[in-house]
């Protein structure tokens, strides 16, 4: 362990379950968010029950990040108010979380200090 602090998305999710078992020997700090509530498996996972539309939430929850794994989705094909932009996406906004690496389910930019 101690590649620092690595947040994923949609941890409760089917991908997001097989990657947290992956992921938690190999982290200092594990935080899981999901709107499914979770409990912490190991020490080093911090879970948080966020809906991903809450800015403020999801921005609190990413303090101290060093990487963000992004799964999080709505799983059904209903109308969407995401927002897509060359550089990052949010619904209805644009937020960039302070983290210095990019997953590949994310396109959301390092933040600039």
């Known amino acids: 362990m101690g590649r ?3 947040v994923v998305t949609g941890a409760a999710g089917n991908i997001g379950s097989v990657v947290r078992r992956a992921l938690r020997g190999e982290v200092s ?5 999901d709107w499914v509530p979770l409990q912490a498996e190991a020490a080093n996972e ?3 029950t966020v809906d991903l539309r809450d800015a403020a ?3 609190a929850a990413l303090a101290g990040a060093d990487a963000v794994l ?3 989705g709505l799983p059904d094909e209903a109308p ?4 897509w932009t060359p550089t990052c996406w ?6 960039k979380p302070p983290v210095a690496r990019r997953s590949h389910g994310s396109c959301w ?3 600039t200090a």
């Open 4 to 6: 620092g602090t690595v």
């Open 29 to 33: 700090r594990l935080v899981l968010l």
């Open 46 to 48: 911090v879970v948080h």
């Open 57 to 59: 939430a999801v921005q």
């Open 70 to 72: 992004h799964l999080g």
């Open 80 to 83: 969407s108010r995401i927002s």
């Open 90 to 95: 949010a619904p209805t906004m644009c937020w």
């Open 109 to 111: 930019p390092a933040a």
